[in-house]
């Protein structure tokens, strides 16, 4: 069984600051990665994902990942702030195969950005 | 890109009564759709494995029996609340799969019953 920890329910930054999400996972087998964002009233969207390979993974509007295996780790930056990145994120983790899509999600994070 | 609609969007019911929810992905196929619920402030959680043409499969401590999932084509799963209670009361979210097993998200149901 997999899980994720996500730390703190609520960030909050002022516009070009930099923005760090924390995410925690346990998983018996080697994970693959995820990171969602969700707008109002919208479905989750993917932000970037770590399936294998290159440990640091970048993704849309700027964000990136890194995979630490020894801390069991896979917090999502940006360098900068914008007013449009306030949101709710996900990190979830699936163990692929032929469960690839069955995701275990942590309990988001909200982020504010001040101006 | 790939669009997955809930419909409907929120619903209210009754205590009793059977609800229920649709989710289609709109321009592409998904052999695989996966229904999940959110609790307020909470995570979501897989409910189950919705596959084209076949049984659902349900996560551990799912009712199959309350929860009914049907995936009738490759666009459209659908999913039945059954007898409903106010425990039943959440946010349901789908995901639809692409071809390059992609997750597509729909924008969510939520689900009052009083």
């Known amino acids: 069984a997999q899980s994720v920890t996500q730390l703190g329910s609520h960030v909050s930054v002022s516009e070009g600051a930099l923005v760090l999400l924390r995410c925690n996972y346990s998983?018996?087998?080697?994970?693959?990665l995820f990171w969602y964002v969700q707008y109002p009233n919208q479905g989750l969207q993917l932000l970037l994902k770590?399936?294998?390979?290159?440990?640091l993974v970048k993704g849309i509007n700027g964000f990136e990942a890194e995979f630490k295996k020894s801390e069991t780790s896979f917090h999502l930056t940006k360098p900068s702030a914008h007013m449009s990145d306030a949101a709710e994120y996900f990190c979830?983790?699936?163990?692929?195969?032929?469960?690839?899509?069955?995701?275990?999600f942590g309990q988001g994070t909200i982020l504010t950005v001040h101006p | 890109g790939a669009v997955v609609s809930q419909h409907p969007s929120w619903v209210i019911c009754k205590s009793g009564t059977s609800v229920k929810i649709e989710c289609r992905s709109l321009?592409?196929?998904?052999?695989?759709m996966f229904w999940y619920r959110q609790f307020p402030k909470q995570s979501l959680m897989l409910m189950a494995t919705?596959?084209?043409?076949?049984?659902?499969?349900?996560e551990q401590g799912v009712e199959k029996d309350k929860f009914l999932i049907n995936h009738a084509s490759l666009t459209l799963s659908t999913l039945t609340v059954t007898s409903a209670h106010p425990e039943d009361s959440s946010f349901y979210i789908c995901?639809?799969?692409?071809?390059?097993?992609?997750?597509?998200f729909g924008p969510g149901t939520r689900l009052t019953v009083l």
């Open positions: 770590y399936t294998t390979g290159a440990t």
């Open positions: 979830a983790v699936s163990i692929g195969g032929t469960s690839y899509g069955k995701l275990t």
């Open positions: 998983s018996s087998v080697p994970p693959y």
């Open positions: 321009d592409f196929q998904a052999t695989t």
């Open positions: 995901s639809a799969e692409g071809i390059q097993r992609e997750q597509f």
């Open positions: 919705s596959n084209e043409g076949s049984k659902a499969t349900y």
